[in-house]
């Protein structure tokens, strides 16, 4: 587990680092550097949960559980604000990052579900993750 942590949270990594050189190329440049700096960050998140993955006593089960969630949610945080960043979408739940920018209401779908189940994945997967400790 401690691998797959380490090796998704460096791919994460460095996608967050080539989406910063497409900042300013989306059409809205401020969302793309938000999945930008999302992408970094999870990325991190992931290489330090690989290093605190020695200290958590789950069940395999509950194990593979927790890294599935806490995973999509990183990837999903970065695919969100990256659509949302080219399409102008993402209003509902970023107002300030998606400013005048307006999209479909199908990409506002998908950028909203994205959003609203990375959220809840992550908070379900890092409390797994805290009653391991």
Do not use: C
Not at 25 to 52: D, Q, Y
Not at 55 to 73: E, F, G, K, Q
């Amino acid at each position: 587990m401690q691998t797959a942590l380490f090796t998704l949270g460096l791919v994460l990594f460095l996608l967050g680092l080539l989406t910063g050189f497409a900042v300013p190329a989306l059409k809205n440049p401020r969302m793309a550097l938000s999945s930008h700096l999302e992408a970094v960050l999870n990325g991190m998140f992931l290489v330090l949960l690989g290093l605190l993955w020695p200290h958590v006593d789950l069940p395999h089960a509950w194990a593979v559980t927790a890294v599935a969630l806490i995973v999509y949610s990183g990837y999903a945080n970065w695919v969100a604000a990256l659509l949302a960043a080219a399409w102008g979408a993402g209003r509902k739940f970023a107002p300030i990052a998606t400013g005048d920018h307006e999209a479909s209401a199908v990409k506002e779908g998908v950028v909203s579900v994205l959003l609203v189940t990375l959220a809840l994945t992550m908070v379900v997967g890092v409390g797994i993750v805290i009653a391991g400790l």
